[in-house]
């Protein structure tokens, strides 16, 4: 009671902390021993001690702590001078302020960094041989219309050359997945997304599409080219000072799903796409870029479900993948095991 009678004490505290005590009064604690570097009893330990004794949630402090036993280690490693260090709180606060609903500098950071596809890597376990997941990347939306296999995904007008894309949906014992469900959505052929263009009413190059018992899905569409990430900020100056650049490879986005199975968000690249080894967001691996083929006969384009006149440039693109999922049981068995 002492302790709190000193908090309240006008000649010990201002009145923002008098005025704080009235909703919440704050674990104070003795200062016993000093911290100094060089000894046994660092800044990093007074730290971590501190948060032992008065954090409440065993996961914030796991987490918490390792975070500071990491950036405490960079900085006796590297050493950095208090120049440098506000050079880079200056560059992660303009990160703060410059990002949007449609741009989130702190995002594309985690992307540009790798981190986003380590987290994806650590949160999706897999077994060998089954399809590689990637980010969603910041084009998702929920508005994709559900169509039946063989259908059309891009709207008449669209740019880009055609596109013929088929797919089997797979487990890891070859068996197809009946009820599994593709949703995509891609980049048009100048490389934009629908919801990228100003006047968009409604979805296109994206879709919803209910794979046949046998585990097959086709759909007609556009030909992805490539695009950059946006560059015009704090992200853009990170990948001008790393030498890098911020194109994307030209792909494809998936998200499969299918009762007792893993989600699956991957995204495929056609191996005639420059960038695939220089991704700006770590995105590309090899297991998901596969050969796109052309195909100059008009009577397979009809086969194809394209009209000739559909067909300005002299040949469409044969897109073949095959997914392979994981069970639930397959992806918690992994997960208990590490």
Sequence with gaps: ?????QMRDPLKVGKAIRAQLEHEIPTDLPLDRDFKEGTDYTITDHVNQLHRQLCPDSRSLELCTSLINHLHAFARETKPTHKEWLTAINYLTRAGTESTEFKNEFILLSDCLGFSALLDELAHPKPQGCTESCEPGPFYTTDAPEIPSGSSVARVGTIGEPMFFQA???NTKGEPIKGAKAEMWQADGDGLYD??????TEANDRARIVAEPSGKFTYRGIL?????????????????A?????????????????PGYDDLTTALYPSHSPFLGTDPVFATKKSLVSEVKEEKDPKKWEEMGFKSEEVLSGRVWVWTYNFVLASDAEVDALKKAT
Excluded: C, E
Excluded at 195 to 200: A, I, T
């Design 1 to 5: 009671m002492a302790g709190v009678n």
């Design 168 to 170: 089997t949906v797979k």
């Design 195 to 200: 919801v990228q263009y100003p006047n968009r």
């Design 224 to 240: 992805p080219t490539a695009y950059p990430i946006p560059d015009d900020g704090p992200i853009g100056d990170f990948l001008r």
């Design 242 to 258: 790393m030498g890098r650049h911020p194109h994307r490879s030209s792909h494809i986005h998936f998200l499969l799903t299918a």
